[in-house]
């Protein structure tokens, strides 16, 4: 019987905050499943250049691209950008995002928008910037980097925590809307995967996890590559969290 992951060679893949953690790690897996990558950064230069060096490496065509995606403007300007040197971008993942930590009661109205324009805003603006020629072809892949925080509350407060449970509805919109057009729309909900914003944050530890160790960014890329290689999930959330929400 024939296998139904089927080829990415030749796709186009776009990763918002791809030039570290989870974005570098899914840059690398889908450049290794065969697409091109375009990777977007908006502070960490040197690390986009760095990750665009190994994707060639490689064999596969990658450019960085700095934007803030929270920006409607610098969004579009960029889907521009990768479309004239990539072509159609087949595969969208929506990773960037920031977790502002500090006790709940302290957290402001400017904490709350920006976590909002940033893990929420511009996973719209981007799939609304790149469906169109998704729909033309007949063929796409929406990934959204949700948390188990959208489903337990998690642990950095209930400002992320709505982000990323806001992320989940979108997921699940575009899923419905897209079914009969090629285009797929899925969520992965990961929790405490070793990246440099679980580090930094003193309350995470590895005991919160039952399998008792934080999760590696690999093995949430490797579920990206799976969704991307696959045309009949749609609408799910893959819970990526070493047992932590159980479903």
């Known amino acids: 019987m024939e296998s139904s992951l089927k080829s990415l060679t030749g796709k186009t893949a776009l990763i918002t905050g791809g030039s570290r953690g989870i974005g570098r790690a899914a840059a690398l897996s889908l450049a290794a499943q065969g697409c091109d990558v375009a990777v977007n950064y908006l502070n960490s230069e040197e690390d986009a250049t760095s ?3 190994a994707i060639e490496e490689l064999g596969r065509r990658a450019y960085a691209f700095r934007a803030d995606v929270s920006r409607q403007q610098e969004v579009e300007s960029m889907v521009k950008k990768v479309q004239a040197e990539l072509g159609t971008i087949d595969i969208l993942v929506n990773n960037a995002g920031i ?13 709350w928008s920006r976590t ?8 719209f603006l981007l799939s609304q910037a790149v469906i169109p020629a998704m729909r033309q072809q007949q063929w796409g892949r929406l990934v959204f980097i949700s948390s188990v925080a959208a489903q337990t509350g998690g642990v950095v407060g209930p400002h992320y925590a709505a982000s990323k449970a806001g992320m989940l509805g979108l997921m699940h919109s575009y899923a419905n809307l897209l079914a009969k ?18 580090r930094k944050n003193k309350n995470i530890r590895p005991d919160l996890i039952p399998v008792g160790r934080f999760g590696h ?10 969704i991307a290689s696959n045309g009949y999930i749609t609408g799910q959330t893959l819970n990526l969290n070493g047992g ?3 479903s």
């Open 217 to 226: 960014a690999e093995e949430v890329a490797d579920a990206i590559a799976f």
């Open 51 to 53: 990750i665009v060096r």
């Open 244 to 246: 932590w929400y159980m």
């Open 116 to 123: 909002i324009e940033t893990n929420l805003t511009s996973a």
């Open 181 to 198: 057009e090629g285009i797929t729309s899925n969520a992965i909900a990961p929790a405490l995967i070793e990246t440099e914003m679980i």
């Open 99 to 111: 977790n502002p930590s500090r006790p709940f009661l302290e957290l402001d109205a400017s904490d």
